[in-house]
């Protein structure tokens, strides 16, 4: 996403116990957004292949 700071996970597995990333970025944001959102689109271009 533009002007969003995304991590990579560390495989710390913090999470499993606090319920909450370590990884101080934009994802804990767009998760939230996801998660309380009614509907999730995801779209991915689709090619002819000309063989």
Not at 20 to 36: L, Q
């Amino acid at each position: 996403m533009k002007g969003k700071n995304i991590g990579f996970c560390i495989g710390c597995l913090a999470c499993q116990n606090t319920q909450r990333c370590v990884t101080n970025d934009d994802a804990v944001e767009i998760a939230e957004k996801v998660k309380n959102s009614d509907t999730l689109v995801f779209a991915t271009p689709i090619y002819k292949c000309i063989c």
